[in-house]
């Protein structure tokens, strides 16, 4: 069945940085898009970055855009999210999530997340 | 980008109720909009995709509808599992967007 583990998170301090890794099992990301979704008490769901399945194509939030970088291994059916000068509100639970594809499609898989903290 | 308003954000009702949802995006979305169910400390997991296609191995009782930019989601038969936050998403264009959530609780 389709499984997405999440693993990384951790305790950075402010400026930090921190490289979470996302276990794709039961379907390979040859064929898949990815996001990645973090979520907090204040603010909900916020979208993060998108990788495209053929891995050339990568879209931000304003919000992490310079910062953050999302990768994928095909070869290892994983993937990564490098998240460098962070900040206080990086503070999250991070989720990879399956794109359904293709076409204009959203979300059908989630991974159980990881939480990442930013604290000095 | 694109708001997505979603109301009410918390909801108490009886076993048996029917339940609605309402979720208004900012723009038109056509119908590129999904309904998530989320228990605590576990992640969201997809409902209804495309505003009103169920997906599968997901109960009757939960159904969606809606186009443009008016959505609703609803359970006709409120049942004990049921009672989690429901959040509605746009797909149309990235960045994806959420709706702040609607915390169901049972009465």
């Known amino acids: 069945q389709v499984q997405l583990v999440e693993s990384g998170g951790g305790v950075v301090q402010p400026g930090g940085a921190l490289r979470l890794s996302c276990a794709a099992s039961g379907f390979t990301l040859r064929n898949y898009g990815i996001h990645w979704v973090r979520q907090t008490p204040g603010k909900g769901l916020e979208w993060v970055t998108f990788i495209h399945y053929e891995g050339n194509d990568k879209h931000y939030a304003d919000s992490v855009k310079g910062r953050f970088t999302i990768s994928k291994d095909d070869s290892r059916n994983s993937l990564y999210l490098q998240m460098n000068s962070l900040r206080d509100e990086d503070t999250a639970v991070y989720y990879c999530?399956?794109?359904?594809?293709?076409?204009?499609?959203?979300?059908?898989?989630w991974g159980q997340g990881i939480l990442v903290t930013v604290s000095s | 980008d694109i708001q997505m308003t979603q109301s009410p954000s918390s909801l108490s009702a009886s076993v048996g109720d029917r339940v609605t949802i309402t979720c208004q995006a900012s723009q038109d979305i056509s119908n590129f909009l999904s309904w998530y169910q989320q228990k605590p400390g576990k992640a969201p997991k997809l409902l209804i995709y495309?505003?009103?296609n169920l997906e599968t191995g997901v109960p009757l009782r939960f159904s969606g509808s809606g186009s443009g930019t008016d959505f609703t989601f609803t359970i006709s038969s409120l049942q004990p599992d049921d009672i989690a936050t429901y959040y509605c998403?746009?797909?149309?264009?990235?960045?994806?967007?959420f709706g702040q959530g609607t915390r169901l609780e049972i009465k």
């Open positions: 495309d505003a009103s």
């Open positions: 998403q746009q797909y149309e264009i990235l960045p994806l967007t």
């Open positions: 999530a399956r794109d359904q594809g293709p076409g204009k499609t959203g979300i059908d898989y």
